[in-house]
Nanobody, 122 residues
Framework: VQLQALGGGLVQAGGSLRLPCAAS????????MGWFRQAPGKEREFVAA????????IYGDSAKGRFTISRDNAKDTSHLEMNSLIPEDTAVYSC????????????????WGQGTLVTVSS
């Protein structure tokens, strides 16, 4: 599967942003699409993931209650809806994919799209 992350940009604290990730290729029901982020000087952090077929989701602690991940079957795209953004959410966000269980560990994701920068100003 090939991935293309879109969106990103500058947003004020308290605002919202939606990040799409378009998938092409082998889109099966067990495809899991996830989002990870990496802030300058910090390790990569899991944000959220969704499985294509049953829409099972998991969220990282920083995303719970503020972010929502979904998938659009008609457009072969997953979306990360981010609300109540804070400056600490500033990072490069990358979408990734794997087949099978919905996991939060980046080392289990085999396919990666390019990152997109999200900057939250205070």
């Amino acid at each position: 599967v090939q991935l293309q992350a879109l969106g990103g940009g500058l947003v004020q604290a308290g605002g919202s942003l939606r990040l799409p990730c378009a998938a092409s290729g082998r889109i099966f029901s067990n495809l899991v699409m996830g989002w990870f982020r990496q802030a300058p000087g910090k390790e990569r952090e899991f944000v959220a993931a969704v499985r294509w077929g049953d829409m099972s989701t998991i969220y990282g602690d920083s995303a719970k209650g503020r972010f929502t991940i979904s998938r659009d079957n008609a457009k072969d795209t997953s979306h990360l809806e981010m609300n109540s953004l804070i400056p600490e959410d500033t990072a490069v966000y990358s979408c990734a994919a794997r087949y099978g269980s919905v996991l939060m560990f980046g080392r289990y994701y085999n396919y990666w799209g390019q990152g997109t920068l999200v900057t939250v100003s205070s």
